[in-house]
């Protein structure tokens, strides 16, 4: 999977899948905290590891830093 994002912003929601919606707002909600998946989870509501299966499972990983 690619980042499509830009693409997708652009896409009617009813053309998206369920499974892409959730992975759009899910990055959403993981840059609004910086990528921080504690406060991310916490702020879904749900426990930090159910975040990151779900990250798995829709194939979000946090950008590549130049460290």
Not at 7 to 32: G, H, N, T
Not at 50 to 62: F, N, S
């Amino acid at each position: 999977r690619g980042n499509h994002l830009a693409e997708d912003a652009c896409r009617p929601a009813e053309d998206l899948s369920l499974e892409e919606m959730e992975r759009q707002l899910l990055i959403q909600a993981l840059r609004r905290h910086h990528w921080n998946r504690k406060a991310t989870a916490a702020r879904l509501g749900i426990h930090p590891s159910t975040l990151w299966r779900r990250m798995r499972r829709l194939g979000v990983a946090p950008p590549q830093t130049d460290d």
